[in-house]
Structure formats: structure tokens, C-alpha cells
């Protein structure tokens, strides 16, 4: 039996996508027949310490406080950078410079500019990249994607789509990295989730009219006074689509009591969709077909059925889990490597999120519809 090449990665950052990341790196060979055996070789901490630490937990070789040296080392051949937004862009171009392939958890740079130059390096080396957006590889989202093109729902007239949480909703939380507006606010970093997911199932956003507000002006900063919040808490669009249709989307970061709400509606001539995040193993489906009294919205759930859930569970009903997710991402991630064909979500996709992001924060301030670049 002949070998599988290997495939050695170095992991920038240990918090919690960086955990998260590890978990789809350590399922996905289990669960997938993968091309390529991967092999945890080191990982990046801000100490050596936190990075020794990190190693023995998670089953990396090595451990080092100095990302560059990870970066520069011929025996690594993916680097994977979930390291906060900022640091993004001068981790990757240097990853690219090095000829190593580049795996980076969302947004992809806090600029459109930079995203663009990112994914011309990537592009222009020959390297394969994916950006984190794992919420796409859920089976059900699969599914209704083939049933909006299958012409189950007819012609698509509106979508509503909403990512809240509520990890920002406390006044006295300090501020943090994603305060910073060079990387931050609440539509970039999970609205670019709605987002994403609306493209995902309607296709291309033509234009867009925003609104994005700041709802706790200042926080603390860590050594007993308080700094300026310059960046929305709360980031809405209005959404024409290039198919016809009109819609809405919602980043929400202080939605009092919300973990996980990664929701969408989809309405058309012939039937609607409504999917759920915190019930992510359902979607459900309204067929204006059926007879008078005997309509109302079905609930499919996820099963063998639903590719890829089988390979996690022969049962329906089981459900997956986030980290399920992240592995199916990686599945998807090492095989385009290995193919050297599509990646599934390259920079050149987070770069066209992050424009849609940058044309609604545009559109906010100038309180007018904007078209999408």
C-alpha cells in the first residue's frame, strides 16, 4: 500500500478558533479518506511557554513564540493563521512568500485593499488558500441550496438573513482586539457570516444600503480608565440580489441571550426555507403545493442522506456539532491541496466578502444605496 504524502501544519494561534482548528485537523482523517495524512508539526504562541503549553495539549511536535521562524521552516508545508484580524494580512503575505499553502480563519483582512492584495500573492504563487467559513459546510445549508436550484421554492422573491450573539453585550466587558477598527466591529466579524451565507444560497448582492451603530460608545481599557468604541456593535443591509431579489442581513454582537443565532428565511412563488444555527441539524420547508389545510412548514432533519453526514453517523436525527464543521472544511481544504483544483473558499472569496462588508459600512455613512464593486 502505497504511502500517503504528508501534510504538515503550522498553526498561529491557540485561542478559540485556534482549538477549533485543531479539532477539524484531528476528526477530518478519521472521518474522511483524506489524500494526505496530516501531520500537527508546530505551533505559534505569543510566549514560548503558552506555545510549549499548547503543543503537548494538542499534539503539535513543536511549540515557538516566533511565528516567522514557523513560517520560514521548509518542513511546513500549510500555515494556519487564527491569530486576531489584524495580524491577518502580514502572516499570510509572508506564509505566500514562502510557498506555503494558507488556511486563515475569517475576515480575511480588515481592508478590502489587502484582502485584494492577499489573494493576487496567493494567486500569483500558485498556493491554495481557504478562509474559515465553516457555517457553509453544514449539510443542510447543501440542501437548501439544491433545492433553491431545483426550483423547489420558484422564483425567489426575498431573503432575510441574521448572525446575533451576545459576547459584546456587556458594557463592563474590556475592550478587546475586535474593538479595533483596524479589524473590527460586529458586520465584519460575524455579520461577514450572513453574509457569506446569503451569497452561498441567492447568489451574487448587487447593491446595498447600511446601517451600522455603535450602541456602547466607550469600554474599559484595561487600566482603570475607558477607551472609544469606534466600531459598530450592530451592522444591517438592505440587499438587492443580481437574481431579482430583495433581502436583509444583521450582524448583532449585543443580542441580549444569543449564543449561536446563524439564521436565514428564504422566501419564493412556490414554497419558503427557515434554518436555524442553534437547531443546525434541521431545515425547514413550506411547499405552497400542498393541499388547503394541510400546509405549514415541514421540518427536514439531517441524515445519511445529506452528504457528508453519513460519515459521521449511519443514523438520522444524531446531529453534528460545530467542530463537525471545521473537519468537513478541512476535508474539503486538504483535498483541493491535493487536487491541486477549486478551493472550496479561497481569498479570493473572503476578499469578496469583505468588499460587501466595506460597501455596507460606505453605504452607512453615506446614508444611501451603494453598489457592489
Not at 453574509?195 to 447600511?210: I, K, N
Not at 457528508?308 to 443514523?315: L, S
Not at 444524531?318 to 472550496?344: C, M, R, T, W
Request: charged share 20%; with cysteine.
Amino acid at each position: 500500500m502505497t504511502a500517503k504524502p504528508k501534510l504538515r501544519i503550522g498553526l498561529i494561534g491557540t485561542g478559540f478558533m485556534g482549538k477549533a482548528h485543531v479539532f477539524g485537523f484531528a476528526s477530518a482523517p478519521k472521518v474522511f479518506d483524506l489524500p494526505m495524512e496530516i501531520e500537527l508539526a508546530t505551533v505559534a504562541d505569543i510566549t514560548e511557554e503558552a506555545a510549549a503549553a499548547a503543543a503537548a495539549a494538542f499534539g503539535f511536535a513543536r511549540g515557538t513564540a516566533d511565528w516567522r521562524s514557523l513560517v520560514a521552516d521548509p518542513e511546513i508545508d500549510v500555515i494556519d493563521i487564527t491569530a486576531p484580524n489584524a495580524l491577518h494580512k502580514e502572516m499570510a503575505l509572508a506564509a505566500i512568500a514562502a510557498g506555503k499553502h494558507v488556511y486563515c480563519e475569517k475576515p480575511l483582512a480588515p481592508l478590502a485593499s489587502d484582502a485584494r492584495e492577499m489573494a493576487e500573492a496567493a494567486e500569483a504563487a500558485g498556493v491554495t488558500t481557504q478562509v474559515g467559513f465553516n457555517y457553509l459546510c453544514n449539510p443542510m445549508l447543501g440542501l437548501a441550496k439544491e433545492m433553491i436550484e431545483a426550483g423547489e421554492l420558484g422564483e425567489i422573491r426575498g431573503y432575510r438573513g441574521l448572525h446575533a450573539e451576545d459576547y459584546m453585550a456587556d458594557p463592563a466587558a474590556p475592550w478587546s482586539f475586535r474593538h479595533d477598527p483596524a479589524g473590527g466591529g460586529a458586520l465584519a466579524d460575524i455579520g461577514s457570516h450572513a453574509l457569506a451565507t446569503a451569497e452561498y444560497l441567492m447568489g451574487p448582492v448587487t447593491e446595498v444600503m447600511g446601517d451600522c451603530v455603535t450602541m456602547i460608545p466607550e469600554r474599559p481599557d484595561g487600566r482603570g480608565g475607558t477607551r472609544p468604541v469606534e466600531v459598530d456593535d450592530i451592522g444591517r443591509a438592505f440587499l438587492r440580489f443580481a437574481n431579482g431579489a430583495q433581502g436583509s442581513v444583521e450582524g448583532n454582537w449585543i443580542a441580549t441571550g444569543r449564543k449561536m443565532q446563524h439564521d436565514f428565511e428564504i422566501y419564493g412563488t412556490r414554497g419558503a426555507l427557515a434554518f436555524s444555527q442553534e437547531r443546525f441539524s434541521e431545515l425547514h420547508f413550506y411547499s405552497a403545493l400542498d393541499a388547503p389545510g394541510r400546509r405549514g412548514f415541514r421540518r427536514i432533519e439531517a441524515g445519511p442522506d445529506h452528504a457528508p453526514y453519513g460519515r459521521f453517523c449511519v443514523a438520522p436525527g444524531h446531529q453534528l456539532g460545530f467542530n463537525d464543521l471545521k473537519a468537513i472544511e478541512v476535508a474539503g481544504y486538504v483535498g483541493a491541496i491535493a487536487s491541486g483544483g477549486a478551493e472550496p473558499f479561497g481569498f479570493r472569496k473572503g476578499l469578496r466578502i469583505q468588499t460587501l462588508v466595506e460597501t455596507i459600512q460606505e453605504s452607512s455613512r453615506a446614508r444611501a444605496w451603494r453598489t457592489v464593486a
